[in-house]
């Protein structure tokens, strides 16, 4: 019975190490293996952007060697026009946690003419259990099945160790 016990207690305990990396913030290496540098083309960041869904919590890590800046804006005029606002001196790597308070991202780089060869994207941040009426994505429907796994788990377990 006590062998039966500690063996159900390592299967929650997994079970739940494993939910919990399901549902965990996110951190992504913008560019992926470019990093954070003047793009091939003018649509690579929107590009790799595109088939991301951010949430409230993630992080962008930018990553880069030689001169670049990561300009936040919040307004699209800004991103459209590569303004030049300054921006505070960082280091490389840069990282920048999102926050669903601010939907709308608009990120370039300003030096030089990077920004206007394609060194910019722009990204919306969903809240975590957001009720916004949009269809729900991959990883939104993927925590409700999570939950109902957990809800059939905690039902099964119960009733292992009563009958143990
Ligand atoms: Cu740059």
């Known amino acids: 019975m006590a062998r039966g016990m500690g063996l159900c207690c390592c299967f929650i305990v997994v079970v739940m190490a494993l939910l919990k990396g399901a549902t965990a913030a996110q ?8 990093g954070w540098e003047v793009p091939p083309n003018s649509s690579y960041y ?5 088939n991301k869904t951010f949430y409230d919590g993630d992080k962008l890590s930018f990553n880069w060697t030689g001169s670049h800046t990561v300009r ?52 919306n941040v969903l809240r975590l259990n957001s009720t916004v009426a949009a269809p729900p994505s991959p990883s939104s429907a993927l925590s409700l099945t999570i939950d109902a796994f957990v809800a059939v788990l905690s039902t099964l377990v119960t009733l292992v160790l009563i009958y143990i």
């Open 72 to 123: 936040i804006s919040n307004t699209a005029a800004e991103y459209d026009n590569c303004s030049k606002t300054p921006v505070a001196d960082i280091g490389s790597p840069f990282v920048l946690t999102l926050n669903a308070s601010e939907p709308v991202y608009f990120l370039y780089c300003t030096v030089n003419d990077h920004c206007k060869r394609g060194q910019k994207f722009s990204i």
């Open 46 to 50: 929107s590009e790799w952007a595109s």
């Open 27 to 34: 951190t992504y290496e913008v560019g992926d293996s470019l």
